[in-house]
């Protein structure tokens, strides 16, 4: 993984009496440039999570000529399944003079380059409430991904 050393830095405002986050966002390279030339790749450290995550930022074309519009911002999770396939839709309305969307920025929130592969444990540890029993569900989604050969035994 190679690292074009930019790290933007951003002081987060936050309500009364709660301290102020540093936000550190660092570009990694290499990015979706060549597939979707709108998106930038981000991994960011969290101090709460303790953990790093990717943000895909994908703005609007013509987004640094519009320097006084301002765009919405939708926010996705689990981009490491989802931004593939909606990055194109995102994209595609921009052009479509038919289209009544407005255009918009789309952050995709995922797993960092290097835990995206244990996206079913992290996912656990992200959603399930500390000291709730893991669904049935889950294991069942992991022994039919292990029988389709998608993953190892161990690795489940």
Same mark, same amino acid.
């Given at each position: 993984?190679?690292?074009?050393?930019?790290?933007? %830095?951003?002081?987060?405002?936050?309500?009364?009496?709660?301290?102020?986050?540093?936000?550190?966002?660092?570009?990694?390279?290499?990015?979706?440039?060549?597939?979707?030339?709108?998106?930038?790749?981000?991994?960011?450290?969290? %101090?709460?999570?303790?953990?790093?995550?990717?943000? *895909?930022?994908?703005?609007?074309?013509?987004?640094?000529?519009? %320097?006084?519009?301002?765009?919405?911002?939708?926010?996705?999770?689990?981009?490491? #399944?989802?931004?593939?396939?909606?990055?194109?839709?995102? /994209?595609?309305?921009?052009?479509?003079?038919?289209?009544?969307?407005?255009?918009?920025?789309?952050?995709?929130?995922?797993?960092?380059?290097?835990?995206?592969?244990? *996206?079913? *444990? /992290?996912?656990?540890?992200? /959603?399930?409430?500390?000291?709730?029993?893991?669904?049935?569900?889950?294991?069942?989604? #992991?022994?039919?991904?292990?029988?389709?050969? #998608?993953?190892?035994?161990?690795?489940?």
């Amino acid at each position: 993984m190679e690292n074009n050393k930019t790290i933007f %830095k951003e002081e987060a405002t936050t309500q009364k009496n709660v301290p102020s986050l540093e936000v550190n966002l660092e570009e990694i390279i290499p990015s979706f440039q060549t597939v979707f030339p709108q998106t930038r790749y981000f991994e960011i450290d969290s %101090k709460i999570a303790g953990n790093r995550f990717s943000a *895909w930022v994908t703005v609007p074309a013509g987004y640094d000529q519009q %320097k006084s519009e301002s765009f919405p911002i939708v926010y996705q999770i689990d981009a490491n #399944l989802y931004f593939p396939s909606t990055a194109p839709f995102h /994209l595609a309305t921009h052009g479509d003079i038919m289209s009544t969307l407005r255009p918009f920025i789309l952050v995709s929130i995922g797993y960092s380059q290097e835990e995206s592969h244990r *996206w079913d *444990w /992290l996912r656990v540890r992200d /959603l399930v409430p500390s000291g709730d029993v893991v669904p049935e569900i889950f294991y069942q989604t #992991l022994d039919g991904t292990v029988q389709a050969g #998608l993953m190892s035994q161990e690795e489940s």
